[in-house]
């Protein structure tokens, strides 16, 4: 039998069951619940007879169920905190540079209130549903927040998270490799690092010691040494929980951290689709078209290979730039050896406070350009758009490329 995934959302599968009076299990309507009403967003606010009243929308319902219901049934405080939270807001930006008069005695809302109302709770449910399905994804302990205040923009249609390179055929991201080293101490013996030439990224606290530009070599998974090894970092993933935000100054999406990051610390690394370069000059030329592209070169040792994250990607699809950036990008290689293919990995230039956003310089060695005009755009080095940089840092050089 051949079966293809469904694209209908639980809940609207929950609603035709619903709407048809069906049970089935497999999505949670059983013959006990299939009658169950509980309140999933509340629609609108009016005053009749002197009892207030709340449209409200039942979770698993069709809207043509939505009926109103006096306040004193309601038992969903945080629900009510958010509608008129989300009223307000409205209010308030309707009247900007004006004092907010909130009137207590409003006997119905305007339209234009209870569709924005109804868009936030859309969007707040959505946002809830894509940091559920993030955090599903991700293979490190750390959190993944989502959080947007600053307009009604939901999750992006488009993109997939993924933790490892995803590379396109005829690509071999690992090469085979078949033997590690053999050591009980790792800083201490003629570990990876050694045998290819390098010194040891790490220090003993497991913070980065070398300079930008020289690669990192972790142990691979047929080394002697354990999880503990302090060879082992970038391979274990993001230690910290982040937070994807919106930005309020047209960048688009950011990163901030929500936890305090000490200076030369693995922060995350950046991974998408492994592409041939003929095949990201031919994305990139379709990207500036759409306005946005995620185009990593790997440049390492040569040429021949991109990472695209337009579509495909982890949490550093998100990272914004910045002239005077606090993270920097490094070349690590574990289970693969080709100079062409390695990984790439984010580490902390200084100590970067909670709740700080994390950025990085577009342009740096083994970095990227962007050519987009909000915020998350990569493209190839080879530019045909200037774009206007908005970090709005003092050393801004004023364009991304």
């Not at 030329?285 to 040429?303: E, V």
Request: proline content about 5%; charged content about 25%.
């Amino acid at each position: 039998a051949w079966y293809v995934p469904c694209l209908a959302s639980l809940e609207t599968l929950q609603e035709l069951c619903r709407k048809e009076n069906l049970s089935c299990k497999s999505i949670g309507i059983t013959n006990r619940n299939l009658k169950s009403y509980e309140v999933e967003y509340l629609c609108d606010y009016k005053v009749d007879e002197g009892t207030e009243y709340y449209l409200v929308k039942w979770k698993g319902w069709p809207e043509s169920s939505n009926t109103w219901e006096p306040q004193k049934n309601l038992k969903c405080p945080l629900l009510l905190q958010n509608f008129l939270s989300d009223k307000n807001e409205y209010l308030s930006r309707m009247r900007e540079g004006k004092a907010l008069k909130v009137r207590n005695h409003v006997k119905a809302l305007k339209p234009a209130v209870a569709d924005y109302i109804v868009k936030k709770a859309k969007q707040r449910i959505a946002l809830q549903r894509w940091k559920e399905e993030l955090n599903r994804k991700k293979n490190h302990k750390a959190m993944i927040l989502v959080e947007n205040t600053v307009d009604l923009e939901g999750p992006p249609l488009d993109f997939y998270y993924i933790n490892e390179y995803k590379p396109a055929p005829g690509i071999n991201v690992i090469n085979g490799i078949t033997t590690g080293c053999e050591c009980t101490d790792c800083p201490a013996e003629k570990c990876c690092p050694k045998e290819a030439g390098f010194i040891l990224a790490y220090n003993k606290r497991k913070k980065l010691k070398i300079q930008p530009g020289l690669p990192i070599y972790e142990c691979n998974s047929f080394c002697r040494c354990g999880p503990d090894c302090p060879n082992r970092i970038v391979q274990k993933g993001t230690p910290y929980s982040l937070c994807i935000f919106r930005t309020n100054n047209g960048r688009g999406w950011g990163v901030k951290t929500l936890q305090k990051i000490k200076t030369n610390s693995f922060v995350m690394e950046y991974v998408g689709e492994v592409i041939t370069s003929e095949e990201a000059e031919r994305r990139g030329q379709l990207y500036d078209n759409q306005g946005n592209t995620y185009l990593f070169d790997l440049d390492y040792d040569s040429d021949e290979f991109t990472v695209d994250a337009a579509r495909y990607g982890n949490v550093s699809h998100f990272v914004n730039h910045s002239c005077d950036p606090n993270l920097q990008v490094f070349n690590v290689f574990i289970d693969n050896l080709d100079l062409r293919l390695p990984r790439i990995a984010l580490f902390s230039t200084r100590t970067i406070k909670a709740g700080e956003e994390l950025t990085f310089d577009y342009q740096m060695k083994g970095s990227i350009d962007l050519t987009a005009d909000s915020a998350d755009g990569l493209s190839p080095s080879k530019k045909r758009i200037r774009t206007v940089c908005k970090c709005g840092a003092v050393c801004c050089r004023g364009y991304l490329n």
